[in-house]
């Protein structure tokens, strides 16, 4: 899977747009970009992943660049229960494909 | 909805005792993961399996750690003997075709 990169940490005020980065330069044309959050003491949760459109749902949004080579997960509007590690991950299509973490990016919501 | 169960939720042994953690996946998963958690850091893979094999284990520390997943299912992890540095969150998830899903975790204290 491709190498992912992303800023240590990062505040956000509560209310506003939580928008969070990530660069996998080297990227191939079947790893579908994931993003996953760890809240304190609980097991990781998805949160969103796409191949090339950028994707919305109920948690979030995901921007991925026409290149593919970065992506940006944003919360339209952050409250203090998203204060989490935010990992974003390079993951080939189909099964048995294999689900590793970095260090992430601790994101804090600041009331 | 549907859950990945692990138990116990806690677990303290004493250094040199055998230790033992359950993951029960989403019914039609086929793939399984264990990972290890250390405080402050991200989850780090220790095994996959693909129904019941395991497709890799290049970090799981075979001279005391060992995994099971005899029927495709249910599977178990053993520390044995258990170490001082084993101390950590263990956590198990399952994933179909697309996203995984993990469960709340083990939290090992050896002393």
């Known amino acids: 899977d491709a190498k992912t990169t992303q800023p240590t940490s990062m505040d956000c005020a509560e209310g506003r747009a939580a928008n969070l980065p990530c660069n996998h330069s080297?990227?191939?044309?079947?790893?579908?970009v994931y993003w996953y959050r760890q809240i304190h003491s609980q097991g990781p949760q998805y949160i969103i992943h796409?191949?090339?459109n950028n994707e919305t749902n109920e948690m979030a949004s995901l921007i991925i660049t026409e290149d593919r080579k970065s992506s940006t997960l944003i919360l339209p509007h952050a409250t203090l229960r998203d204060t989490a590690v935010y990992y974003c991950?390079?993951?080939?299509?189909?099964?048995?494909?294999?689900?590793?973490f970095g260090s992430g990016t601790q994101l804090t919501v600041l009331p | 909805e549907a859950e990945v169960a692990q138990s116990p939720r806690y677990k303290i042994t004493e250094k040199s005792q055998a230790v033992a953690f359950w993951c029960d996946p989403i019914?039609?998963?086929?793939?399984l993961y264990w990972y290890r958690q250390i405080l402050g850091q991200g989850p780090e893979l220790l095994v996959q399996?693909?129904?019941?094999?395991?497709?890799?284990d290049s970090q799981l520390p075979k001279d005391r750690f060992s995994a099971e997943r005899l029927k495709g299912v249910d599977s178990t992890l053993k520390i044995q003997p258990a170490e001082l540095g084993d101390s950590a969150m263990y956590l198990c998830?399952?994933?179909?075709?697309?996203?995984?899903?993990f469960g709340q975790g083990t939290r090992l204290t050896v002393v």
């Open positions: 080297t990227i191939s044309g079947n790893e579908y």
């Open positions: 399996f693909q129904d019941e094999s395991v497709v890799d």
């Open positions: 991950r390079a993951i080939s299509s189909g099964s048995a494909r294999q689900l590793t």
């Open positions: 796409g191949l090339k």
């Open positions: 998830a399952s994933s179909g075709q697309a996203e995984a899903f």
């Open positions: 019914s039609g998963h086929a793939t």
